[in-house]
């Protein structure tokens, strides 16, 4: 609607403020990999410049840049989780992201895809985080394949 996207126009982040974005962080930029929500699941997500965020977490993201640049701490990824369907937790902010095709060269320790694949493969029904999971893998594969 209207309302919402002037909202989001009139609180986007200027170029000046975009280029003390830490070249960790900016170079992830609308790519894929995966990073650990809340509850410590490793899930799918891409990668957010502050623009692409809604007002929300831009704030939040705003706030822990400048705490960068006043204190140097670590600067945190915006993410959006792939399989996520409410706003609240489709976005995050993450201290650490796996690329997808670095991700693809080093064995997680934790793998959900293998674990879940193993379950299929007893004939175990999955819950409700291993169909999360998945879905949010199906995102992912759609959007990688997008030119």
């Given at each position: ?76 990824h ?8 409410s ?6 902010l ?15 320790r ?32 759609l ?5």
């Amino acid at each position: 609607n209207q309302r919402s996207r002037d909202s989001r126009e009139n609180d986007e982040i200027d170029v000046d403020t975009i280029l003390q974005i830490p070249h960790y962080v900016s170079d992830n930029f609308r790519k894929v990999g995966f990073a650990k929500c809340a509850n410590g699941d490793l899930l799918p997500v891409l990668c957010l410049g502050p623009n692409d965020a809604p007002s929300f977490m831009r704030r939040e993201w705003l706030t822990r840049l400048n705490q960068h640049l006043r204190q140097g701490a670590r600067m945190v990824h915006l993410v959006a989780y792939y399989g996520q369907e409410s706003e609240i937790d489709k976005f995050g902010l993450v201290d650490d992201v796996y690329l997808y095709d670095k991700a693809l060269e080093k064995e997680f320790r934790e793998n959900p895809e293998r674990e879940i694949n193993w379950k299929i493969m007893q004939g175990d029904a999955l819950n409700e985080r291993d169909l999360r999971f998945n879905l949010a893998l199906l995102q992912l594969s759609l959007a990688r394949s997008l030119p």
